[in-house]
């Protein structure tokens, strides 16, 4: 498409043959180029990425943030989108970042989207508080840290921020297993992030706190609205929540032995 903007596109990745394509081909409604960064997937993952029409880097396992860095150093262009393997383009926001460089450079330099889950029935969740991400964004004016464990860029002073309107579709979990291994290898990893930063929870978090992080998932964030599955994920989200505090309360942040990567 002669219509697309320059933008870059960027999808660490790690055995998803079964969402990989799609992902891939929604991105390109977009942008001129997907950059798939793959750590060793040992099912059909980089086929299909190629297929699809994604220029694949295979790297070995570097770390979270550090994995970003080869995706958005392998970019042709400066303006990059940050896709997981489970987060499809939606048409609206396809139309509305067409429109964004439809008069040269945009206004802004970063760009947050919002993430619209879809549970494992293929049901979008329109009623629940969205998650916003720092997704579309001049590499020129910031990057994702080189670091092992985060891979969310904190923006700096003097960097514009603004919204868009559009929505990222978001799939999560396979099934509610899935998305609790997800999250309590979250848990571990963040923990050994936080230990290494010298931080120390209180014992009122990690004894009060797991009804409190439910409360907050299920209740402010409006999760209660989307069935049984939005129940289920907030019981699981809330306790990854708590496990990392507990787990570096005790000092015990030794990772589970599961496969690295994202």
């Known amino acids: 498409m002669t219509d697309r903007p320059p933008v870059s596109c960027y999808i660490r990745t790690l055995n998803e043959e079964s969402r990989i394509g799609a ?8 942008a001129r180029e997907v950059v798939v960064v793959d750590c060793g997937s040992s099912d059909d993952t980089i086929a299909r990425a190629a297929e699809a029409g994604a220029r694949v880097i295979e790297r070995p396992w570097l770390g979270y943030g550090h994995q970003k860095r080869v995706g958005e150093d392998g970019c042709a262009h400066d303006w990059v989108l940050d896709l997981d393997a489970d987060e499809v383009m939606t048409e609206a926001l396809t139309r509305e970042i ?13 760009y947050r989207i919002a993430l619209m889950f879809v549970d494992p029935g293929g049901r979008v969740w329109r009623k629940a508080r969205p998650l916003w991400r720092n997704k579309l964004y001049d590499r020129r004016k910031v990057r994702q840290p080189a670091h092992e464990v985060w891979d969310q860029f904190r923006v700096p002073d003097g960097v514009r921020v603004a919204r868009l ?3 990222l579709l978001n799939y999560p979990f396979l099934d509610i297993g899935h998305y609790a291994r997800k999250q309590v ?3 571990f990893r963040l923990a050994g992030a936080l230990a290494d930063e010298k931080h120390s929870p209180t014992a009122f978090r990690v004894y009060f706190g797991l009804p409190y992080f439910f409360f907050r998932s299920w209740v402010l964030r409006g999760r209660w609205r989307e069935g049984a599955y939005g129940f289920l994920m907030s019981v699981t989200v809330a306790y990854a929540h708590w496990l990392r505090y507990a787990l570096l309360h005790r000092r ?11």
């Open 23 to 30: 992902t891939v081909w929604a991105a390109l409604g977009v």
């Open 98 to 110: 067409r429109d964004l460089f439809a008069g040269g450079e945009p206004d802004a330099d970063v």
């Open 165 to 167: 309107d559009g929505r």
């Open 185 to 187: 290898d979250n848990a």
């Open 252 to 262: 015990e942040w030794q990772e589970p032995l599961r496969e690295r990567g994202p």
